[in-house]
């Protein structure tokens, strides 16, 4: 049983304000395995006024200091990887394997790809006469969600230090272990006092008072667009910039050649991944009419190959986060038998031998038509809808038919098709075949959000500019 009763302000583990605290449910025994100490407003006034104070020291480094705190972090973070997944296990369910694998290797990748691109960031340029300045933001609230816990709040807190800035860490009440041992191994590496700060709590009593909070300069959030929403809206008053990065609903276009049926099987396995409870998952496959009982076969293969079992063994998925989110996603397969839609693998309820855990089988749905909820609703569990298309036009308008613009993703061994295809998909990011890149944006279109993450292109957020006019 975990228990972190501590907040990380100003250099400190403090106690908090008040005594209230929060429990954390294993989503595999559905059993309470930890206590972490939930904040008010008043812890989160003094971690503003410990990032304020830190600020014109921080934002006055130079980049061989703030890279030295980073490669610290660096040894810090490798060495405390197998803490981070055990935590990642307890807290929202991962397995072994991704836990120990994608899930901590996402961090550390931020970590190195903050620190590649601030060696060559260009902070200063002249322009004419002018000087064009980017300079540190301020104090900023970040306010992250459960699913990738400790690669998004690293994908924050490293373009943060990065870039001269000062913070409060909000992780989700739901993951709050990892933002834990994330704040020991900041103390471990030597992080000035005060440059980083750590409030656990609620997003209604804690994340509201940050976002609204007149000390904050700038917020960046991962989560719902609901909460997203509630966001901008408390920071509006302050003229906060609001970074978002929200929900998603993504298109992954099958073209009909090259290897097909490898192109289901693995537009099937990446949906299926961390039980679906990825922002950017694949969850609309469209292939071609014509071929769309290969598509079925193939993805009930697929899906079949998917084991889904105790996290701490070695099962392909685990549970999904909570009670609530199980219950959500069954009444959304639910919505799906009902409107219509083949349930060609998987369905409502536990799989057989799991009847502790909030498990789901991993589901497909075949005919599937774009109006359906199933089509349009994050559903954020291992269901994936499998829609037909005539030709490449109507696969576009099918994939583009959507609020959502997070990510996209094109299969097919003609490449310049595939290019011309991602070209025309309105999504801030767009895989051809599989390809992932750490230094690359990564953000949303539509209501999948407005922010910018990931590499040298992370640090916009961070920063402000300035034109120093004849400066010269
Ligand atoms: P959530 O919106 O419920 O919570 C996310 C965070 O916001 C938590 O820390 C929560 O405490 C806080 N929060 C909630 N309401 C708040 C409020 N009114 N004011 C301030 N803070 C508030 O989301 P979740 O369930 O933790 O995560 C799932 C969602 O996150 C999905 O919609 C998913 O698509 C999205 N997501 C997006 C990305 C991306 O990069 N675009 C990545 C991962 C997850």
């Not at 709040?153 to 943060?160: E, G, L, N, S, Y």
């Not at 909000?170 to 980083?196: C, H, N, R, Y």
């Amino acid at each position: 049983m975990r228990e972190y009763l501590k907040f990380y302000i100003g250099g400190q583990w403090v106690d908090p304000a008040e005594s209230s605290t929060l429990e954390v449910v294993n989503p595999a025994t559905e059993k309470v395995c930890g206590t972490v100490a939930s904040g008010s407003p008043a812890d989160v006034d003094r971690a503003v006024a410990a990032a304020r104070d830190a600020f014109s020291s921080w934002s006055a480094t130079s980049r061989e200091e703030r890279l030295t705190i980073l490669r610290n972090i660096l040894t810090e973070y490798q060495n405390r990887m197998g803490d981070l997944a055990a935590a990642l296990t307890e807290e929202m369910g991962a397995p072994n394997a991704l836990a120990n694998g994608f899930q901590v290797n996402l961090g550390a990748g931020h970590l190195t790809t903050a620190i590649d691109a601030l060696e060559n960031f260009v902070f200063e340029e002249q322009q004419g006469d002018s000087l064009i300045v980017k300079e540190p933001i301020g104090v900023c609230g970040l306010i992250t969600p459960w699913n990738w816990p400790i690669s998004l709040i690293a994908v924050k807190v490293f373009p943060a230090l990065a870039t001269g800035c000062t913070m409060v860490l909000k992780p989700s009440e739901k993951s709050p272990f990892t933002g834990q041992i994330f704040t020991e191994i900041l103390d471990a590496a030597g992080v000035p006092a005060g440059v980083f700060n750590l409030v656990q709590g609620d997003g209604p009593t804690v994340g509201a008072a940050l976002s609204a909070h007149p000390g904050v300069d700038m917020i960046s959030f991962t989560g719902s667009t609901r909460a997203g929403i509630d966001i901008a809206t408390n920071a509006a008053p302050g003229v906060k910039r609001v970074s978002q990065e929200l929900g998603g609903k993504s298109p992954n276009i099958i073209l009909d050649d090259g290897d097909f049926a490898e192109n289901v099987a693995k537009g099937v396995a990446t949906m299926m991944m961390n039980s679906g409870q990825t922002c950017s998952a694949p969850s609309r496959m469209l292939v071609p009419n014509s071929r769309m009982a290969e598509a079925i076969s193939a993805a009930q293969e697929a899906a079949s190959q998917v084991t889904v079992g105790d996290p701490g063994g070695d099962s392909a998925i685990g549970p999904v986060v909570s009670e609530a989110q199980f219950e959500k996603i069954q009444s959304l397969i639910d919505k799906g038998i009902g409107e219509g839609a083949t349930l060609v693998a998987g369905g409502l309820g536990r799989p057989d031998d799991l009847p502790t855990g909030y498990y789901v089988r991993p589901t497909v749905f075949a005919d599937v038509t774009n109006n359906m909820t199933i089509a349009r609703e994050e559903i954020f569990g291992p269901v994936l809808t499998i829609l037909g298309y005539d030709n490449i036009d109507d696969a576009i308008d099918i994939a583009n038919d959507t609020e959502y613009g997070l990510a996209g993703f094109v299969a097919g061994a003609d490449l310049e098709q595939a290019r011309a295809v991602a070209r025309r998909i309105r999504a801030g990011s767009v895989a051809i075949n599989d390809g992932f890149d750490f230094a690359a944006p990564f953000g949303g279109y539509k209501k999948s959000g407005n922010g910018r993450e990931w590499g040298g292109f992370g640090f916009h957020d961070y920063l402000e500019i300035k034109g120093m006019l004849g400066y010269t």
